[in-house]
C-alpha cells in the first residue's frame, strides 16, 4: 500500500508561475526524495532532503521538511513547459535499508 | 553512462498467458527492484535484490510472479499464468549501494503490459 499521500492530486498552472506540491507520510523516516514521471517515461529522481534538514535547494526546486507533521512541501519556481509531469514524493519507512514507499503523485501541468 | 534497461518496453498477452520482462541495471549497480505501477498511482515495490539475493521480495504475488537475478547483473520478472489485474507499469530499477538508506534509485523506461 502507498504510504505517502500528495496534495493536490492535479495542478494546472501558466508559465512563469511557481508550483507547490505537497507531501504527507505516516512514518518516521531517514529521508524523503522527490522524484518526476514525464508521460511515457521512467521516474527520475530530483532531490533527496534527509530528517535532519528543514529546507533544501536545487536550481529552481525548493523541498521543505516538517517532520513533527510528517510532510514535505516541492516548490518549483518559474515553472517551464518542460515542468510539466507527475511528481512523487518517496521516503525511506524510517528503515535501515533503501527501500523506497511512493505516494500518490501530483500530476502538474504548465501551460505555455 | 547507459541508464537502466528494460524490454520489451509494451506487451500486449491475452490473459492466463505467461509473459516475462528483462531489466539491466546500470553497470556497477548492487542493488535492483521492481516495481508495479497503477494507473494515476505510484511505484510499488515487488521486490528487492542485493546482487543475486532477493532481500525483500514481501510484495511479490507468489503464486503468479517469479524473479531471478542469477548473476547477480541483469533480471527477470516473471508472471505466469497473466490475470486482467496485472495490466500495469513494470519498472526497474538500481542503485549503487548496498544497505544504505539515502539511495538514489535510477529508473528504466518501465514495461507497459496489458492483458485482454
Known amino acids: 500500500s502507498q504510504q505517502g499521500e500528495e496534495d493536490p492530486q492535479a495542478l494546472s498552472i501558466q508559465e512563469g508561475e511557481n508550483a507547490t506540491m505537497n507531501c504527507s507520510y505516516k512514518t518516521s523516516i531517514n529521508n524523503l526524495q522527490w522524484y518526476r514521471q514525464n508521460s511515457g517515461r521512467g521516474l527520475v529522481h530530483l532531490i533527496l532532503i534527509r530528517s535532519n534538514e528543514r529546507e533544501k535547494h536545487s536550481g529552481r526546486l525548493r523541498v521543505t521538511l516538517d517532520t513533527s507533521k510528517k510532510s514535505s512541501s516541492l516548490l518549483i519556481t518559474a515553472s517551464r513547459a518542460a515542468d510539466t509531469a507527475s511528481y512523487f514524493c518517496a521516503t525511506d519507512g524510517g528503515g535501515a535499508t533503501n527501500k523506497l514507499i511512493f505516494g500518490t503523485g501530483t500530476l502538474l501541468a504548465v501551460q505555455p | 553512462e547507459a541508464g537502466v534497461v528494460q524490454s520489451p518496453r509494451y506487451k500486449i498477452i491475452e490473459k492466463k498467458q505467461p509473459v516475462a520482462f528483462w531489466c539491466n541495471p546500470i553497470?556497477?549497480?548492487?542493488?535492483l527492484y521492481w516495481y508495479l505501477q497503477n494507473l494515476g498511482q505510484g511505484p510499488e515495490l515487488l521486490i528487492r535484490?542485493?546482487?543475486?539475493?532477493?532481500?525483500?521480495d514481501s510484495q511479490l504475488p507468489k503464486d503468479r510472479f517469479s524473479a531471478e537475478r542469477l548473476k547477480g547483473v541483469d533480471s527477470t520478472l516473471k508472471i505466469q499464468p497473466a490475470e486482467l489485474g496485472d495490466s500495469a507499469v513494470y519498472l526497474c530499477?538500481?542503485?549503487?549501494?548496498?544497505?544504505?538508506?539515502?539511495?538514489?534509485?535510477?529508473f528504466g523506461p518501465g514495461t507497459r503490459l496489458t492483458v485482454l
Open positions: 535484490y542485493e546482487n543475486e539475493e532477493a532481500v525483500d
Open positions: 553497470s556497477g549497480h548492487n542493488t
Open positions: 530499477a538500481s542503485s549503487p549501494r548496498g544497505v544504505q538508506s539515502d539511495n538514489e534509485q535510477f
